[in-house]
């Protein structure tokens, strides 16, 4: 078992920047690919960013790529969201997922990822 914290969440203005914290315990070798989704109110999930602590390679929706970056500390087992320039459409709910490896039908593919955390809400106000 893998438990996920996310924190870091709030209310901010359109441009601002916020970062996100996903803290696991456990049996992190569970948890070794990790990714970032977010869920907007009456919209479907949507995966945002992806990471493996195994190698350096990320991905990133079209939607955040050039303002969020994903990255780990996986001394602190925590990944984290950088996320810069902010507009009214990031408003969503935040959550972090993790699985062993790699999922096999795409980094977004949500039904493969075996943990989840409780999530962080997001607001960005114009």
């Known amino acids: 078992q893998v438990l996920l914290v996310e924190s870091g969440g709030g209310s901010v203005q359109a441009g601002g920047s916020l970062r996100l914290s996903c803290a696991a315990s456990?049996?992190?070798?569970?948890?070794?690919?990790m990714g970032w989704f977010r869920q907007a109110p009456g919209k479907e999930r949507e995966g945002i960013a992806t990471?493996?602590?195994?190698?350096?390679?990320?991905y990133y929706a079209n939607s955040v790529q050039g303002r969020f970056t994903i990255s780990q500390d996986n001394a602190k087992n925590t990944l984290y969201l950088q996320m810069n320039s902010l507009k009214p459409e990031d408003t969503a709910m935040y959550y972090c997922?993790?699985?062993?490896?790699?999922?096999?039908?795409?980094?977004?593919?949500?039904?493969?990822?075996?943990?989840w955390g409780q999530g962080t809400q997001v607001t960005v106000s114009s």
């Open positions: 997922a993790a699985r062993a490896s790699r999922p096999m039908g795409g980094v977004f593919a949500e039904t493969e990822y075996d943990y």
């Open positions: 456990g049996d992190t070798n569970s948890g070794r690919y």
């Open positions: 990471a493996s602590t195994r190698s350096a390679t990320t």
